[in-house]
């Protein structure tokens, strides 16, 4: 076993480790009669031997199971999944195909690292203060995270795929789901993109909105990213992107309880990824609700399709 922490696992001492740690430990021990602590620096260890035992495995290896998937697909790294004990579980209804790893989510590492940027960090620049701390919910491999970090703020990025936080320069890094987020600090700016608000798990939305408000400082913003007006209606739609590759949003089904299994396709000439995934749509006034029902009130809608959203503590 490796005790050293690889740089490519960023795990931040937070209580989620510890806990994930303790999940590790027993898996390996069996169940113990008595209670288990584990100090960080352990914690980190078992993290690192999972690592450890992921890369000696190959880039498609399977030294760990994940659950919930079949593996047809064949593209699934064991680095890719969520912990359970010593295995890993990708989120029910979500899935990723196509090169390298894929997180719990379907999101494809690779490619997040080649997705360009648009206008979004000046959207957020414009509408926060100059160099405010930003807790970015959800930072993939950083393509915010790098631009905001370009245009002067301080951003912690968090994110819970070890191999997305892996790509991320600059930012300190916290790897865990948000909805369990308790880092007991503040901060100016949460921000909440790429249009997590819509989890179709209603419970995970609310535990996604309410780790922004624990983290909020007074006087504060959450900056939320939605989902536009005809995203589920105007399908199959597809933009050739300038970049070189062209996305397709190929179906939005509903699988029950007002929820839509979204399928996305991202064609380069090298390589394509399919994402699918749960999505919940919400009107302005579901979305209103949404915040109301966590403490939060819509500040100003940024943009004039609605799409950016600054909230507020409500009273
Ligand atoms: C669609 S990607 C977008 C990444 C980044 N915001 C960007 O625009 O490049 C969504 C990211 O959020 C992460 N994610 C989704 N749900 C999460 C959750 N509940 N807890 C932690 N991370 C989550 C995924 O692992 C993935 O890296």
Same mark, same amino acid.
Not at 59 to 65: E, F, K, R, S, V
Not at 107 to 128: F, H, N, Q, T, W
Not at 157 to 163: G, H, L
């Given at each position: 076993?490796?005790?050293?922490?690889?740089?490519? &696992?960023?795990? =931040? !001492?937070?209580? /989620?480790?510890?806990? $994930?740690?303790? @999940?590790?430990?027993?898996?390996?021990?069996?169940? #113990?009669?008595?209670?288990?602590?584990?100090?960080?620096?352990?914690?980190?260890?078992?993290?690192?031997?999972?690592?450890?035992?992921?890369?000696?495995?190959?880039?498609?290896?399977?030294?760990?199971?994940?659950?919930?998937?079949?593996?047809?697909?064949?593209?699934?790294?064991?680095?890719?999944?969520?912990?359970?004990?010593?295995?890993?579980?990708?989120?029910?209804?979500?899935?990723?195909?196509?090169?390298?790893?894929?997180?719990?989510?379907?999101?494809?590492?690779?490619?997040?690292?080649?997705?360009?940027?648009?206008?979004?960090?000046?959207?957020?620049?414009?509408?926060?203060?100059?160099?405010?701390?930003?807790?970015?919910?959800?930072?993939?491999?950083?393509?915010?995270?790098?631009?905001?970090?370009?245009?002067?703020?301080?951003?912690?990025? &968090?994110?819970? =795929? !070890?191999?997305? /936080?892996?790509?991320? $320069?600059?930012? @300190?890094?916290?790897?865990?789901?948000?909805?369990? #987020?308790?880092?007991?600090?503040?901060?100016?700016?949460?921000?909440?993109?790429?249009?997590?608000?819509?989890?179709?798990?209603?419970?995970?939305?609310?535990?996604?909105?309410?780790?922004?408000?624990?983290?909020?400082?007074?006087?504060?913003?959450v900056?939320?990213?939605?989902?536009?007006?005809?995203?589920?209606?105007?399908?199959?739609?597809?933009?050739?992107?300038?970049?070189?590759?062209?996305?397709?949003?190929?179906?939005?089904?509903?699988?029950?309880?007002?929820?839509?299994?979204?399928?996305?396709?991202?064609?380069?000439?090298?390589?394509?990824?399919?994402?699918?995934?749960?999505?919940?749509?919400?009107?302005?006034?579901?979305?209103e609700?949404?915040l109301r029902?966590t403490g939060l009130r819509v500040d100003?809608?940024?943009?004039?399709?609605?799409?950016?959203?600054?909230a507020v503590q409500a009273a």
């Amino acid at each position: 076993m490796n005790a050293t922490v690889p740089k490519s &696992v960023q795990i =931040s !001492p937070h209580r /989620l480790s510890q806990k $994930r740690a303790r @999940r590790a430990l027993r898996a390996v021990v069996g169940s #113990l009669p008595v209670r288990i602590a584990i100090s960080t620096p352990v914690c980190n260890v078992l993290l690192a031997a999972v690592a450890d035992q992921q890369e000696r495995s190959g880039p498609h290896g399977t030294a760990l199971t994940r659950t919930g998937d079949d593996g047809r697909h064949g593209n699934w790294r064991a680095g890719a999944g969520r912990w359970t004990g010593m295995e890993l579980k990708m989120r029910e209804g979500y899935e990723g195909t196509g090169p390298g790893a894929i997180t719990p989510d379907g999101c494809a590492v690779e490619l997040y690292s080649r997705l360009p940027i648009g206008e979004e960090p000046d959207i957020i620049a414009a509408a926060v203060p100059r160099g405010a701390h930003i807790l970015e919910l959800g930072s993939g491999v950083g393509r915010m995270t790098h631009a905001l970090l370009e245009r002067g703020f301080t951003v912690t990025a &968090v994110d819970e =795929s !070890p191999e997305m /936080l892996e790509r991320v $320069r600059g930012a @300190r890094t916290i790897c865990g789901p948000i909805e369990e #987020l308790d880092l007991g600090e503040k901060f100016d700016v949460v921000l909440l993109a790429s249009f997590l608000v819509h989890a179709g798990d209603a419970e995970i939305r609310r535990g996604l909105l309410r780790t922004c408000v624990r983290h909020l400082a007074e006087g504060g913003s959450v900056l939320i990213q939605r989902e536009g007006e005809d995203y589920h209606t105007n399908v199959p739609r597809e933009r050739v992107d300038p970049s070189g590759f062209t996305l397709r949003i190929v179906s939005a089904e509903p699988v029950g309880d007002g929820v839509n299994s979204v399928r996305a396709e991202y064609e380069f000439p090298d390589a394509v990824w399919t994402h699918t995934f749960r999505a919940r749509p919400l009107t302005k006034e579901q979305f209103e609700e949404a915040l109301r029902e966590t403490g939060l009130r819509v500040d100003e809608y940024l943009t004039d399709d609605g799409i950016w959203v600054r909230a507020v503590q409500a009273a």
